[in-house]
């Protein structure tokens, strides 16, 4: 099993940046792709964007939503078990609750919800207009 905890959300103005964390512990951390996904009350989780890793050297693939993908970055330190992200041009939009989560195996991502085995309590990011 693995243990997720995000952190890094806030309040920011519309247009500012802010950058997500998510720390693991417990099975190590490279066996598994990543991913953040987002929620709003009463709404379906929201894929935001997943990170896979080859086991082979620093390689790590990515993936976005179209939504976002101009404006956000997705990355991992597999040497300190976390996993970023990073959003820039903030809109009210944004504002909502961000989770990370994580799969098995790493070589693979997905970006459906129910396709992964934990999850985080998330990270509130809120967005000031």
């Known amino acids: 099993q693995v243990q997720l905890v995000e952190s890094g959300g806030g309040l920011v103005q519309a247009g500012g940046s802010l950058r997500l964390s998510c720390a693991a512990s417990?099975?190590?951390?490279?066996?598994?792709?990543m991913g953040w996904f987002r929620q709003a009350p009463g709404k379906e989780r929201e894929f935001v964007a997943a990170?896979?890793?080859?086991?082979?050297?620093?390689?790590?693939?990515?993936h976005y939503a179209d939504s976002v993908k101009d404006r956000i970055t997705i990355s991992r330190d597999n040497a300190k078990n976390t996993m970023y992200l990073l959003m820039s041009s903030l809109t009210p939009e944004d504002q909502t609750l961000y989770c990370c989560?994580?799969?098995?195996?790493?070589?693979?991502?997905?970006?459906?919800?129910?396709?992964?085995?934990?999850w985080g309590q998330g990270t509130q990011v809120t967005v000031s207009s």
């Open positions: 989560a994580a799969r098995l195996p790493a070589e693979l991502y997905t970006t459906t919800a129910k396709k992964y085995d934990y």
């Open positions: 417990g099975r190590p951390f490279a066996s598994y792709s």
């Open positions: 990170i896979r890793w080859s086991g082979v050297s620093t390689y790590y693939g990515s």
